[in-house]
């Protein structure tokens, strides 16, 4: 009769190092494989997991190695204990890196015979670990363009008068600049709870959730505005209207896919520098209800002119809404940032610095026979579904 072989591990995002590890591993008898829980690996790791262990059980089943295989109940770096007295196994093999003097000594106790084995990949193959191919992997989760009325979100703005904020969902083609304007603190908040992609779920549910997340209702200072966590998670071009609250009273959303298609033709991206460390674009800040209509009027006609598919129209609100933006607060035109809009001037229709400004990204307006050049970033927004 065959001894029976037993290993443990996590086997997340299982690759071609596992399978050699299994494969050596069956060389001793009928091997069984101990599969780590969600959420033992999430206090073990601090993270979620890329498969749940339901799938990463049918995975590991798969492998034509594995006699049988099953998920610990247990918790803790020895997590396997109740998988273990359930297979008996003969041998317990770990990986070099994988091996600890508790497990040997428990091992012992046991009768258990105890094997390290070195990785060594299959003849040919690369040697895999989960932990590189994670450093690889980027987060497929979308980034925030704020098209109008910026700065509406924020109660101390709406107070003033009651408007929409335009906002579009765009997917990571790049990966773009920390402090940027794309709202990137918001989108390092969504990744603690959804680290790759957005989960298939009610879109404005996710950005409450998102803007709960983020925001600590104990916290006395800022509050991050909804508008980044309702144009991270909302697919499509959508406007959300303002009156004094923090969440919005409406949100619309537009999907129709002429309208998209239009606005990805108009609008690129250009990368200026980080909003600088200690940079507050909020001083000497003049809100006044004027101000604030000026922005509100800009964003309405934004809207109606992406609608109706007029360049000229949308071209002179969006420029109009950057200008309320400025004139409320003037401190987002840091050092620098002219220089960029005066390189584009000519070139463009229209332009805006993304979020509170102060450097980041410039969203620049194009008409149609614009030449595309190689610092220009066009955008793809997010379809509902994807």
Known sequence: MAKKVFVSGCYDMLHSGHVAFFKEAARYGDLYVGIG???????????????????????????????????????????????????????????????????????????IEYVELERVPDAGLEARSTTSLRTGVKSHLPYRVDLAGTWIDQPYVSEHGAGWALTMSIEPTVEFMERGGMSTSTRNAARKIWPYELPDYNEEMLARLLFCFENDPENKGHVSGAQDAIGICMSGLTRHFYDGRYWPARIESCHDEAVLSWLESHIVLVAMFPRRPGCSVVEGKDITPTKVRALTDAAERCWNAIMERDLDAFARAFGDSFDAQVAMFPAMMQPGVGDYINRYRNRALAWKMLGAGGGGHLALVLPDDAEITEEMIPVKIRRRGF
């Open 37 to 111: 829980s969600d959420r033992t690996i999430e206090e073990l790791k601090h993270r979620k997991t890329v498969y749940s262990e339901k799938e990463r059980l049918y995975m590991v089943k798969a492998v034509r190695y594995v006699t049988d295989a099953y998920i610990n109940a247990g918790s803790g770096m020895l997590d396997f204990l109740d998988t273990l007295d359930r297979v008996r196994p003969d041998v317990f093999v770990v990986n070099s890196d994988g091996g600890s003097e508790q497990k040997r000594r428990l091992c012992a106790e046991r009768g």
